[in-house]
């Protein structure tokens, strides 16, 4: 008799975990106008401490540039970003946040935390409190960090 994989179970249930909250939230994203993969640069723009180039972009998102130009464009023919000439150096472009993009991450983020409450009514304050602890440890323990 063979015994059960309980971290393969554990991981499986991870999976749909994060699979159901993203289903939550890209159907809160749809009344806001902007995709997942948008929000994720938008707030990945908003990030830095001044505006980033297309090339931090890329790297900061593991995507190639080519996919940070198609996501630019969106963001940037919805108001949200603009494309602005580096004043140190011509040949660089920086991605800003607009007016409009500050607004809509604004929504993002009631969308986010609204997904969030919905993921996690089944939980006590006790329980969400250590599932928080579990999960910053996973998420801070492993040898690779990203945001």
Same mark, same amino acid.
């Given at each position: 008799?063979?015994?059960p994989d309980a971290d393969g179970l554990l991981a499986e249930q991870l999976l749909?975990?994060?699979r159901r909250l993203h289903r939550i939230q890209k159907r809160q994203l749809e009344p806001i106008g902007i995709?997942?993969?948008?929000a994720r640069l938008?707030?990945?723009?908003?990030?830095?401490d001044k505006p980033p180039r297309m090339a931090?972009?890329?790297?900061?998102?593991?995507v190639v540039p080519r996919a940070v130009t198609s996501l630019v464009d969106?963001?940037?023919?919805?108001?949200? #970003?603009?494309?602005?000439?580096?004043?140190?150096?011509?040949? #660089?472009v920086r991605i800003e946040l607009t007016d409009t993009g500050r607004a809509t991450l604004r929504a993002l983020r009631e969308a986010r935390r609204s997904a969030? $409450? $919905?993921?996690?009514?089944?939980?006590?304050? $006790?329980?969400? $409190? #250590? *599932?928080?602890?579990? *999960?910053?440890?996973? #998420?801070?323990?492993?040898?690779?960090?990203?945001?």
């Open positions: 008799m063979s015994t749909r975990l994060t995709t997942p993969a948008q938008l707030r990945t723009v908003a990030y830095y931090d972009l890329a790297q900061r998102l593991e969106g963001l940037e023919a919805s108001g949200s #970003v603009r494309r602005a000439p580096d004043p140190t150096n011509r040949r #660089v969030a $409450e $919905e993921v996690l009514a089944p939980l006590a304050a $006790e329980q969400r $409190e #250590v *599932l928080g602890g579990l *999960l910053s440890t996973l #998420v801070d323990g492993g040898p690779e960090r990203r945001c």
